[in-house]
């Protein structure tokens, strides 16, 4: 079955350190996979997506995040970290594009001063 | 634009009554889908339609009925609402067709409570 995986519940990082939150995916060929931020009482926005090429994509927020083909990983990135990235976030994936997505179930995100 | 809109945002239900949550959308999108989010599961594809006239089935489809008669409109109706349907509910929208990937909106969400 597909699946999406965040191993991590909660992270909390300091303000202007970097990050780096965890997915994996279980598909038969490459899915199309994106990552999404949900501020608290709000709806989700799309951070980046990859659907081939260059497998280190670029977002919004100044936002990354790499395909790994052989770890089956799509990890998110951001070098430093400000108050305003506290959210959760959720890595999605889907075989024919944004069609039928597969949510992990999200890593919460705390900065702290 | 609006983009995709949710109403109500907040609803409190007893056991056993009907209501439809509202979805419209104002992009032209061809593809609609409702999803639920609990704590600690991610959200989870209820039902999605390809077009208007045109729904299937998600992953937790089971209490909801769907219909499409318009682009636009995408209502989600719970006939008997139960305990278990407490969660916040999320309706998207996207452009598809021809292999493109394009962009999920989501709308603001709307919080359903069954007593």
């Known amino acids: 079955a597909q699946s999406v995986t965040q191993p991590d519940i909660h992270i909390t990082v300091s303000e202007g350190a970097s990050l780096e939150l965890r997915c994996n995916y279980s598909y038969g060929a490459t899915p199309y996979l994106f990552w999404y931020v949900q501020s608290p009482g709000q709806g989700l926005q799309l951070l980046l997506k990859?659907?081939?090429?260059?497998?280190l994509v670029q977002g919004i927020k100044g936002f990354e995040a790499e395909f790994k083909r052989s770890q089956s990983s799509f990890n998110l990135r951001k070098p430093s970290v400000h108050w305003s990235d506290a959210a959760e976030y959720f890595c999605a994936g889907d075989n024919f594009g944004n069609e039928k997505l597969t949510f992990g179930t999200g890593t919460r995100l705390t900065i702290i001063p | 634009n609006a983009g995709v809109t949710q109403t109500p945002k907040f609803q409190v239900l007893k056991t056993g009554q009907s209501m439809t949550l509202q979805c419209a959308q104002d992009?032209?999108?061809?593809?609609m889908s409702w999803y639920r989010q609990d704590p600690g599961m991610g959200l989870r594809l209820i039902h999605y339609s390809v077009g208007a006239g045109i729904t299937d089935q998600g992953e937790v489809p089971n209490g909801y009925n769907v219909s499409r008669s318009t682009t636009e409109d995408f209502p989600l109706r719970l006939l008997s609402a139960a305990p278990s349907q407490t969660s916040v509910y999320f309706c998207a929208s996207s452009h598809t067709g021809g292999g493109l990937v394009t962009e999920a909106f989501f709308g603001q969400g709307t919080r359903l409570t069954v007593v």
């Open positions: 992009m032209n999108h061809e593809y």
């Open positions: 990859y659907f081939s090429g260059d497998t």
